[in-house]
């Protein structure tokens, strides 16, 4: 089983029309290594599957909600290198709208058995108990988190930064379950420092950091979420096609999207010194967006471009 060792192209951003101090932008196009496990999923799944292989198993289950990036990349994951997968859903009344959904129906297209339990029970998904039901269900299964985020996933997320990533100070990521931003804390330079842009509304993520890395070289905004996990607004649809439009690349509004948002505003309010250089990781998640129209359509609200 043969995972490649990519290093991803960096890129650069025009910000001549917000700013006029010299400052380099940059962005890290890890959305490019791989056309269906993409960007950080890649790293976090890499040497799980590598593990799992090693100890002899042939199928990984794993957890997820409706529009889950982790499972659409395990999904492919599986079926390139020749796992069987189970996915463990959030919400028992996805099961009969999987044709709908184009993360669902994606995974099942790719060999993925989708196993949908209530919000109660998915609750319970890191309990002994809950786990053992599952391992007597699924007997033989390697079984990755949510989100992918384990001790393995970080060695993954510590080969995001190469070689090429050493010049710049600022190294900005968005946050899900701290995998990513405690793999690139693990690999940054000593003069480097971590800006990190949580999805998810709530003061935990510091903690969660603090439990994977003992490396304390972060900052965390809270304050470009924009209401939470999988919630946007019109500013930013609006901003994500204006990125587009402007620099070719594609964004996706509950990841990445937010966190490029969020370095526009602080580099329009001063934050850093002149002739900083931030590099911004782009984390991939663009299986997402259809998924997201669809839901902006039905509230007849403008969508992604």
Not at 104 to 113: D, H, I, P, S, T
Not at 183 to 191: D, I, N, R, V
Not at 231 to 239: A, G, P, Q, R, T
Not at 243 to 259: A, D, H, R, S, W
Request: aromatic share 10%; proline share 2%.
């Amino acid at each position: 089983m043969i995972w490649n060792d990519h290093k991803s192209i960096i890129q650069s951003i025009d910000i001549s029309k917000i700013t006029s101090q010299n400052i380099q932008l940059s962005i890290l196009r890890e959305d490019l290594i791989h056309p269906e496990i993409s960007g950080n999923k890649y790293r976090k799944l890499k040497y799980n599957f590598l593990e799992a292989e090693k100890l002899g198993f042939k199928k990984i289950i794993t957890f997820g909600g409706a529009f889950s990036n982790h499972i659409s990349a395990t999904a492919a994951a599986g079926k390139e290198y020749g796992f069987e997968t189970i996915g463990i859903i959030r919400g028992e009344e996805l099961a009969d709208k999987i044709e709908e959904n184009a993360t669902l129906r994606f995974a099942k297209n790719c060999g993925m058995q989708l196993h949908f339990i209530s919000r109660e029970d998915y609750r319970k998904k890191e309990e002994n108990d809950f786990l053992e039901t599952l391992n007597n269900k699924f007997p033989n299964s390697y079984v990755i988190p949510e989100g992918g985020t384990n001790d393995l996933a970080i060695s993954g997320c510590k080969e995001i930064l190469h070689e090429n990533c050493a010049e710049y100070d600022f190294i900005a990521t968005a946050i899900g379950t701290s995998g990513t931003i405690a793999g690139l804390m693990e690999s940054t330079k000593p003069h480097q420092h971590i800006l990190g842009f949580p999805s998810l509304k709530g003061d935990f993520i510091q903690n969660d950091i603090k439990n994977l890395t003992k490396k304390q070289n972060f900052t965390i905004f809270n304050e470009y979420h924009f209401g939470g996990y999988g919630k946007v607004s019109e500013e930013l649809i609006n901003f994500v096609n204006y990125f587009k439009q402007t620099n070719q690349i594609q964004l996706e509004p509950i990841y990445t999207g937010k966190m490029v948002f969020g370095i526009f505003e602080l580099i329009k309010n001063h934050y850093f010194r002149d002739y900083s250089k931030i590099l911004m990781i782009h984390t991939g998640g663009l299986q997402g967006i259809e998924g997201m129209n669809q839901h902006l359509k039905k509230k007849n609200k403008i969508t992604i471009e």
